[in-house]
C-alpha cells in the first residue's frame, strides 16, 4: 500500500531539524529498520519559504507499518513533530514513475 506522510513541525525548529537531519537521513534510508520504502520525500515550506516540515511518499505493509516509520523517524522522537497525517493513497497510485526511491528495496 501507498501512503502520503505529511509532518508538521513546531515552530522554530531550525537548529533542532539541524542537529537531527543526519539521524533523519538515516532512518529514510533504511525505511524505518524495514517499516517503509520511502519513495520519494522532501521538506515542506511556508510562503515565505521557511521550513514548517516534512512529507514523504511511502510504501508501507499497511497503515500500521506506515504511522511505525512516521513515528520512529528520528525528527519525531527528538519533539520536532507537532502533528503526522498519514493518507492512504489509491491503488491507481503510479509509484513506478518514481525512478529512484530514497530507501533502497531489500
Do not use: Y
Not at 53 to 68: C, I, K, P, S, T
Request: hydrophobic fraction near 45%; aromatic fraction near 6%.
Amino acid at each position: 500500500m501507498f501512503f502520503l506522510m505529511r509532518c508538521l513541525h513546531h515552530p522554530d525548529q531550525d537548529k533542532a531539524r539541524d542537529a537531527n537531519r543526519p539521524a533523519h537521513r538515516a532512518w529514510v534510508q533504511s525505511g524505518g529498520d524495514g517499516a517503509a520504502v520511502v519513495l520519494i520525500g522532501s521538506a515542506l515550506l511556508d510562503g515565505t519559504g521557511a521550513s514548517i516540515g516534512n512529507f514523504g511518499v511511502l510504501e508501507a505493509a499497511d497503515l500500521a507499518h506506515a504511522r511505525a516509520f512516521a513515528e520512529g523517524d528520528p525528527f519525531n522522537r527528538a519533539g520536532i513533530v507537532a502533528s503526522i497525517e498519514l493518507t492512504p493513497l489509491p491503488d491507481t497510485f503510479q509509484a513506478h514513475r518514481i525512478s529512484e526511491p530514497m530507501t533502497a528495496r531489500s
